[in-house]
Every structure is written in C-alpha cells, then in structure tokens.
C-alpha cells in the first residue's frame, strides 16, 4: 500500500533525479582516457559515450514531456528512472566501447523522461504560489550543483575507482528513489492535454537530431562529408516543416468557402 502522498518527497525526489542525470552528462568527461585505455578504444568511439546520451537526452525531451500529460506524470517519472538505473548498472558492466555507446544511448532515453516530467510533476504536487516556485528552483539548483560537481565527483571516482564507478553510484541512488517514488509521489495528467501531432513531433525530432549529430560528427569528418551534410539537411527540413506546421493558414472570406 503507498504511503501518503507528500509534496516535499517529490522534490526530493525529482531532485535527485536531476542531479543523477546531469551528472552523468558531465562527470562522464572526466572518464575518457580512462575508459579508452581499460576498453582498448579510440578517443571517437568512446567520445560517443558522452554524445550518445547527449543527443538521446536531447531529442527525447519534449516528446516525454507531451506523453506524460496524457499517459500519467508519475508513471512516466518512474518508467524513466527504472530505464535511467538499469541503464546505468549495465553500463557498468559494459565490456567494450560499442556496448557503452549502446547503453548510452538507453540511458539518454530514461534521462529524457526523467527532465521531462520533473517540471510537471513538481507543478502538480504544489498549488500556484510561492511553495512551487521553491520546488522548481530546489529542482534546478540541484542540476546546477550537477553541472559544478560533475566535473570533479567525475574525476575522483575514476581517479580512486576506474571509470565503472560513475554508473555504479547511480544504482543505489535510482533504487532509492524509485522506492520513495512508488510510495509518496502522486500521480497526475493533463486534464485537457492538447492534441498529439505526430508530423510536428517527428519535424522536431529530425531537427534536433540532425543538428545535434552534425554538431557531434562535423568536426572529425569534416563539415562537407556526406553524413554531415545529410544531417544538416535533415535539420533543414524539420524547422522548416516545423514552421510550416505551426504557422495558422488564414480561413479564407465566407464568400469562397
């Protein structure tokens, strides 16, 4: 049976959540040469352990957000956070490059649901007032504090432990808060959520996709390599159709309807 429902508990539990996650896009920098020399890869394919989960993060974030209103906040919430831990222990594991970058790429996804439903989820368990903003800023400083630590905790656990141990710390602290989650976190939607638009959602993913992997891929292989451009095109046209898809069309006079 869950236990009762306490606003307090989702903050920190989405707080956690965010400071796991965005720890593990910066503190796994510090982990590169360790993580080249133990797998015996190149820099490019262990680079793509940091840019894997980067452009799945990144691609991801909206759509997960949008689902959530509809299929539920906490269920999402938790969906992330079981696929961000799992993710992780496996990474830990992982036996060489392609695999991490595989995992990686997993762990994105659960990232992505995870920084998508915290907002909105905080929102939720709050009433418009000074308590949410206070929630919503605890949130956000914890990812700040992440992006200023990460660097360091990064450094010292593959300096004291190798570079498995940065995947190892999130296990015990996901279980944890999976466990706070499931008992005091409420569930919540979108009353009235708006329609899903799988053309502007498939526009946004190819335009965020494609610039984020040409940004990645562009300076190794060169701006003019056909992957690249290819990419760049991909961007192209979905803030293009994008754009068209957002823009209202003007209903024509009543006379030549």
Known sequence: MRGAHRPAWTTAVASAAGYLLVLDLVGVNMALLDMRHRLGADLAEVQWAVDAYALALAVLLVPAGALADRLGRRRMFLSGLGAFTSAS????????????????????????????????????????????????????????????????????????????????????????????????????????????????????????????????????????????LLALAAACAGAAGLAVRRVPVPAPPRGQR
């Not at 009353?191 to 891929?217: H, K, N, Q, S, Y």
Request: with cysteine; proline share 9%; glycine share 14%.
């Open 89 to 228: 222990l496996a990474c830990a594991l992982a036996p060489s490059a392609a695999v991490l970058d595989a995992l990686r790429a997993v762990q994105g996804c659960g990232a992505a649901v995870l920084y998508g439903t915290a907002s909105p989820l905080l929102a939720a368990a709050y009433p418009a007032g000074r308590a949410r903003n206070r929630a919503i800023g605890v949130f956000a400083a914890a990812s700040g504090a992440a992006i200023a630590t990460g660097p360091l905790a990064g450094g010292a656990l593959t300096g004291l432990f190798g570079w498995r141990a940065i995947f190892l710390l999130n296990v015990p602290i996901g279980l944890a808060a999976l466990a706070a989650a499931f008992r005091a976190v409420p569930e919540s939607k979108d009353p009235r959520p708006r329609p899903f638009d799988p053309v502007a959602t498939g526009c946004l993913t190819a335009a965020l996709g494609g610039l984020m992997w040409a940004l990645i891929e562009g300076p190794h292989l060169g701006w003019g390599a056909p992957g690249v």
